[in-house]
C-alpha cells in the first residue's frame, strides 16, 4: 500500500464514510482513517451515528414502543397478549446486534469501493499530511492531496451535573442501562432527551426532564411543538420548562446510589429532585481534541468548530471539513451530503448542497419533523405567506391505525404560493415530511402537491390536505378561508 493518495478522511462518521465511498466511487485513491475501538480493541467504523447515535437510539426506541404497544395498545385491537414483560440486557444485547450489523455493513462497503479503511487516530500536519499513531502508537506520515476532516461531536458536559457513568450518565451511558431506573431525570428536552427519554418512560420509568428554556422546542415551529408537548405529556413524560440544572449530589440510600438534583424553577426557586439515574443531554459540542498540528493552517470558529465556507473549505489549502465538526444541524444526513458534495468538488464537479432543505426529525412516537421556515422565521423575517393545517383525526388511515394524533401544517409564499416550510407532529411525520422535502427542491407550490394524485388510505392524504388547506379547499374538514 503506497502511503500517498488523493483523498484521507479523518473520521468515519456518516459524513467520513459517505466522503470517503463517493471519492473513491469518482476515482480518487481514499482513505479513511477511524480511531473508534470495539470493548475488544478492534477497531470500527460507522461514527457516533452507529455506535452510539442515530441506530442504537432507534433500536430501543423501535423496542420500547412494541412493549409499550403490546402492554397498552394491542387490548384495543382485541388481542390478547396475557402478561408482558421487559428483559432488558436482551434488549440490549439486541441493540448492539443493530449496530454490528451497521457498522460492519460500512467497513463491508469500503472494501467493495476499494477505500483504504486505516484504524487508528489521524492528525492533520502542515501542507495536508496526516500523521496515523495506530492502535499500537506506532506512527507514520501519509501524505495527501486532499484531507477531510470529519471528526464529528461529543456530548457537552455542565459542571452541576458531572457525568460518573454510573448514576449520572450522557446519552452514551442512557443506550446501556442494565434495568428500568424508577425514577428517570432527563436534563434538556432536546431531541436526544426527549428521544432518550421516552425510551424509558414507555418501559416504566418515571421521566422528569427538566429543561432550561421556557419554550419547549424552540427552534420548531410552536404549534407543531405545543401539539407535540401535549402528546408526550400525556404519554406521562413530565415535562418542566424555565428549569435550569444548578447542581446535583450523588449520596446511597438502603444500599442503592441516587441522586439529588438541584435546580431553580419556573418561578425563579430552588427546588430538588431525586432520581436513580440521570440523564445529562444538554447538546454536542464540535470535537478536535488532537487533531490538528499547530502548523496545520485549519482555523476554528468562536464556538469551536472547524471554519469553513459555504463548500467546506478549511483556511488551509486542500483541507474540508464536514458534519458536526463544523456549522450548521447537528444531523448525520447534513454531514453525509456536506461529504458528497466536497468528494464531488474534490473530483473537479460543481456540485453545491442546498442548506435551506435539511429535514429535522424526532422520533418520539408520534414522530416529530420539520422542513423549510418556521411560521416563527417567516413573521420574524417579515415575509407574507399562508399557512395550511390539517389534523390525523380526518385520516382514514391514521384512524384505522389508532394514529390519529397530531397534525400536518404546511406554509407557502403568499406571493408565488411555493412551499417554505412543513411541520409535522404525527404517524410516519419523518416520511411525510421528506416527501414535502423534495417537492420543495424542485420549487413546487402548494397548488402542485394539492393536485398531486396520493393513494388512499395513507398518512401521506395529510400531507396533500395540508396543501389543499392552504387555499382553504381541504376536503375532509372544514375550512377557515372559502375559495
Ligand atoms: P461522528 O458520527 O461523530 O463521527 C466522527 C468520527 O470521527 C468518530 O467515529 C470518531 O471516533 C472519529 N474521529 C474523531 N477524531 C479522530 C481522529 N483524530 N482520528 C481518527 N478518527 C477520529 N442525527 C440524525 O440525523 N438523526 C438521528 O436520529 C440522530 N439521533 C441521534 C441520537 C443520539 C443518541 C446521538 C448522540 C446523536 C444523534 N444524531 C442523530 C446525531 C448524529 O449522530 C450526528 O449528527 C452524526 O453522527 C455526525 O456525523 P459525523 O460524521 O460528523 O461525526
Ligand atoms: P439539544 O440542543 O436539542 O440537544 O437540547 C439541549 C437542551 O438542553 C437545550 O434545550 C438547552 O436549553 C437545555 N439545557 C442546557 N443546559 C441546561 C441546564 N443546566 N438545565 C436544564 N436544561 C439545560
Redesign the pocket.
Known amino acids: 500500500m503506497s502511503d500517498k493518495y488523493d483523498v484521507i478522511v479523518?473520521?468515519?462518521?456518516?459524513?467520513?464514510?459517505?466522503a470517503a465511498i463517493r471519492a473513491a466511487q469518482l476515482g480518487l485513491k481514499t482513505a479513511c482513517?477511524?480511531?473508534?475501538r470495539d470493548d475488544k480493541g478492534n477497531g470500527?467504523?460507522?461514527?457516533?451515528?452507529?455506535?452510539?447515535?442515530?441506530?442504537?437510539?432507534?433500536a430501543l426506541l423501535d423496542s420500547s414502543h412494541k412493549y409499550h404497544d403490546a402492554k397498552h395498545a394491542f387490548e384495543g385491537h382485541g388481542i390478547g397478549t396475557g402478561d408482558i414483560s421487559i428483559d432488558v440486557p436482551s434488549m440490549i444485547e439486541r441493540k448492539n446486534r443493530v449496530v454490528k450489523q451497521m457498522s460492519g455493513g460500512i467497513t463491508g462497503l469500503f472494501k467493495a469501493n476499494k477505500v483504504d479503511s486505516l484504524y487508528?487516530?489521524?492528525?492533520l500536519l502542515a501542507n495536508h499530511k496526516v500523521e496515523?499513531t495506530d492502535n499500537d502508537g506506532n506512527k507514520k506520515v501519509l501524505d495527501a492531496d486532499n484531507v477531510i476532516l470529519?471528526?464529528?461531536?461529543?456530548?457537552v458536559n455542565i459542571p452541576p451535573a458531572p457525568v460518573d457513568g454510573e448514576v449520572i450518565v450522557?446519552?452514551?451511558g442512557?443506550?446501556e442501562f442494565t434495568e428500568v431506573p424508577e425514577r428517570l431525570g432527563v436534563i434538556g428536552a432536546g431531541?436526544?432527551g426527549l428521544?432518550?427519554g421516552s425510551v424509558w418512560s414507555r418501559l416504566g420509568s418515571k421521566v422528569v426532564c427538566l429543561e432550561a428554556l421556557d419554550s419547549f422546542l424552540a427552534i420548531m415551529d410552536q404549534t407543531i411543538a405545543k401539539e407535540a408537548k401535549k402528546i408526550l405529556t400525556k404519554q406521562g413524560l413530565d415535562i418542566r420548562l424555565s428549569c435550569r440544572v444548578t447542581g446535583s449530589e450523588v449520596v446511597e440510600n438502603n444500599g442503592k446510589k441516587e441522586v439529588i438534583v438541584t435546580y431553580t424553577d419556573q418561578d425563579g426557586k430552588e427546588a430538588k429532585e431525586t432520581f436513580d439515574k440521570l440523564i445529562v443531554?444538554v447538546g454536542?459540542r464540535p470535537?478536535?481534541?488532537?487533531?490538528l498540528a499547530d502548523d496545520s493552517g485549519v482555523k476554528l470558529d468562536e464556538r469551536g468548530s472547524i471554519y469553513v465556507n459555504d463548500l467546506c473549505s478549511t483556511s488551509a489549502p486542500g483541507v474540508w471539513a464536514?458534519?458536526?465538526?463544523?456549522r450548521g444541524?447537528?444531523?448525520?444526513?447534513?454531514?453525509?451530503e456536506e461529504?458528497v458534495m466536497v468528494a464531488e468538488r474534490i473530483a473537479g464537479e460543481k456540485t453545491v448542497m442546498n442548506y435551506d432543505i435539511i429535514p429535522?426529525?424526532?422520533?418520539t412516537h408520534p414522530e416529530i419533523a420539520s422542513v423549510g421556515k418556521t411560521e416563527e422565521q417567516l413573521k420574524a423575517d417579515g415575509e407574507s405567506y399562508n399557512v395550511g393545517t390539517f389534523p390525523f383525526l380526518a385520516i382514514g388511515r391514521a384512524v384505522a391505525a389508532d394514529e390519529a394524533e397530531g397534525m400536518v401544517k404546511m406554509i407557502a409564499d403568499e406571493k408565488t404560493d411555493r412551499v417554505l416550510g412543513c411541520h409535522i407532529v404525527g404517524p410516519a411525520a419523518a416520511d411525510l415530511v421528506q416527501q414535502v422535502a423534495i417537492a420543495m427542491e424542485f420549487g413546487s407550490t402548494a397548488e402542485d402537491i394539492g393536485l398531486t394524485v396520493f393513494g388512499h388510505p395513507t398518512f401521506s392524504e395529510a400531507v396533500k390536505e395540508a396543501a389543499l388547506a392552504v387555499h382553504g379547499h381541504a376536503i375532509h374538514m372544514p375550512n377557515r378561508k372559502k375559495r
Open positions: 479523518i473520521g468515519s462518521g456518516p459524513a467520513g464514510y459517505v482513517i477511524e480511531k473508534w470500527v467504523n460507522g461514527g457516533t451515528c452507529l455506535n452510539v447515535g442515530c441506530i442504537p437510539s432507534k487508528g487516530t489521524g492528525k496515523l470529519a471528526s464529528g461531536s461529543i456530548p450522557d446519552s452514551t442512557a443506550l431531541v436526544i428521544e432518550l443531554c454536542r470535537y478536535t481534541d488532537g487533531l464536514i458534519g458536526d465538526v463544523v444541524p447537528m444531523l448525520a444526513h447534513k454531514g453525509s461529504g429535522n426529525v424526532i422520533y
